[in-house]
Protein backbone atom coordinates (compact mmCIF):
# COMPACT_ATOMS: atom_id res chain seq x y z
CA UNK A 1 0.00 0.00 0.00
CA UNK A 2 1.11 3.06 -1.11
CA UNK A 3 0.16 6.65 0.97
CA UNK A 4 0.53 10.71 0.24
CA UNK A 5 1.32 13.21 3.03
CA UNK A 6 0.55 17.04 2.22
CA UNK A 7 1.61 19.39 4.39
CA UNK A 8 2.26 23.50 3.65
CA UNK A 9 -1.08 24.63 3.04
CA UNK A 10 -2.97 27.48 4.67
CA UNK A 11 -3.66 31.14 4.68
CA UNK A 12 -2.05 34.35 3.27
CA UNK A 13 -2.46 37.00 1.59
CA UNK A 14 -1.99 37.56 -2.37
CA UNK A 15 1.38 37.93 -3.23
CA UNK A 16 2.38 36.00 -0.72
CA UNK A 17 4.02 32.78 -1.13
CA UNK A 18 3.39 29.00 0.30
CA UNK A 19 5.53 25.61 -0.02
CA UNK A 20 3.49 22.48 -0.30
CA UNK A 21 5.55 19.05 0.22
CA UNK A 22 4.45 15.68 -0.56
CA UNK A 23 5.95 12.61 0.89
CA UNK A 24 5.16 9.39 -0.72
CA UNK A 25 5.88 6.11 1.79
CA UNK A 26 4.67 1.95 1.37
CA UNK A 27 5.89 -0.59 -1.07
CA UNK A 28 7.36 1.51 -3.71
CA UNK A 29 9.70 0.47 -6.26
CA UNK A 30 9.83 3.74 -8.67
CA UNK A 31 7.47 6.82 -8.91
CA UNK A 32 7.01 8.76 -12.14
CA UNK A 33 5.50 11.37 -12.33
CA UNK A 34 4.40 12.90 -9.41
CA UNK A 35 2.50 16.32 -9.35
CA UNK A 36 -0.03 18.66 -7.79
CA UNK A 37 -3.54 19.47 -8.70
CA UNK A 38 -6.06 21.67 -7.30
CA UNK A 39 -9.87 21.87 -7.21
CA UNK A 40 -11.49 25.51 -5.99
CA UNK A 41 -14.86 25.32 -4.31
CA UNK A 42 -17.63 24.88 -7.56
CA UNK A 43 -14.95 23.96 -10.05
CA UNK A 44 -13.51 20.55 -11.69
CA UNK A 45 -10.10 19.47 -10.42
CA UNK A 46 -7.37 20.97 -12.54
CA UNK A 47 -3.75 20.27 -13.12
CA UNK A 48 -1.45 22.55 -11.53
CA UNK A 49 1.80 21.06 -12.58
CA UNK A 50 4.27 17.62 -12.86
CA UNK A 51 7.55 16.86 -13.09
CA UNK A 52 8.72 13.04 -14.00
CA UNK A 53 11.65 11.10 -12.41
CA UNK A 54 14.20 13.14 -15.05
CA UNK A 55 12.76 16.66 -13.35
CA UNK A 56 10.95 17.50 -16.74
CA UNK A 57 8.20 19.85 -15.21
CA UNK A 58 5.08 20.69 -16.88
CA UNK A 59 2.81 23.70 -15.22
CA UNK A 60 -0.47 25.13 -15.70
CA UNK A 61 -0.76 28.23 -17.96
CA UNK A 62 -2.52 29.63 -15.36
CA UNK A 63 0.53 29.32 -12.98
CA UNK A 64 3.68 29.10 -15.05
CA UNK A 65 6.54 31.89 -13.51
CA UNK A 66 4.70 31.69 -10.31
CA UNK A 67 4.86 28.13 -9.21
CA UNK A 68 8.01 25.87 -9.42
CA UNK A 69 7.68 22.17 -8.60
CA UNK A 70 10.47 20.01 -7.93
CA UNK A 71 11.33 16.64 -6.80
CA UNK A 72 13.73 14.82 -4.32
CA UNK A 73 13.76 11.25 -5.47
CA UNK A 74 15.63 9.76 -2.41
CA UNK A 75 12.83 10.68 -0.22
CA UNK A 76 9.80 10.26 -2.19
CA UNK A 77 8.82 13.79 -2.08
CA UNK A 78 7.56 16.59 -4.13
CA UNK A 79 7.41 20.01 -3.56
CA UNK A 80 5.37 23.39 -5.08
CA UNK A 81 6.83 26.23 -4.13
CA UNK A 82 4.25 29.13 -5.07
CA UNK A 83 4.85 32.33 -5.29
CA UNK A 84 3.22 35.68 -5.66
CA UNK A 85 -0.31 34.29 -5.08
CA UNK A 86 -3.91 35.18 -5.88
CA UNK A 87 -7.14 35.17 -4.80
CA UNK A 88 -8.04 32.60 -7.94
CA UNK A 89 -5.37 30.13 -6.43
CA UNK A 90 -7.72 29.64 -3.86
CA UNK A 91 -8.38 25.86 -3.81
CA UNK A 92 -7.83 22.07 -2.22
CA UNK A 93 -4.40 21.43 -3.45
CA UNK A 94 -4.04 17.71 -4.36
CA UNK A 95 -0.40 15.41 -4.79
CA UNK A 96 -0.21 12.62 -6.98
CA UNK A 97 1.75 9.95 -7.90
CA UNK A 98 2.32 7.41 -10.33
CA UNK A 99 3.59 4.59 -8.22
CA UNK A 100 5.51 1.45 -9.76
CA UNK A 101 4.87 -1.16 -6.15
CA UNK A 102 7.31 -3.64 -5.33
CA UNK A 103 4.19 -5.98 -4.78
CA UNK A 104 1.49 -4.85 -7.09
CA UNK A 105 2.34 -3.31 -10.34
CA UNK A 106 1.31 0.36 -11.09
CA UNK A 107 -1.21 2.26 -8.86
CA UNK A 108 -2.03 6.29 -9.23
CA UNK A 109 -2.17 7.67 -5.57
CA UNK A 110 -3.90 10.53 -4.33
CA UNK A 111 -3.21 12.41 -1.40
CA UNK A 112 -6.14 13.89 0.72
CA UNK A 113 -5.52 17.24 0.11
CA UNK A 114 -4.48 20.25 1.29
CA UNK A 115 -6.45 23.71 1.89
CA UNK A 116 -4.87 27.10 0.34
CA UNK A 117 -6.89 29.96 1.17
CA UNK A 118 -5.43 33.44 -0.73
CA UNK A 119 -6.70 36.74 0.52
CA UNK A 120 -7.22 39.94 -1.18
Known amino acids: QVQLVESGGGLVQAGGSLRLSCAASGSIFTINPMGWYRQAPGKQRELVAT???????NYADSVKGRFTISRDNAKNTVYLQMNSLKPEDTAVYYCNAGVFTTERGYVEVWGQGTLVTVSS
Open 51 to 57: VNSGSRT
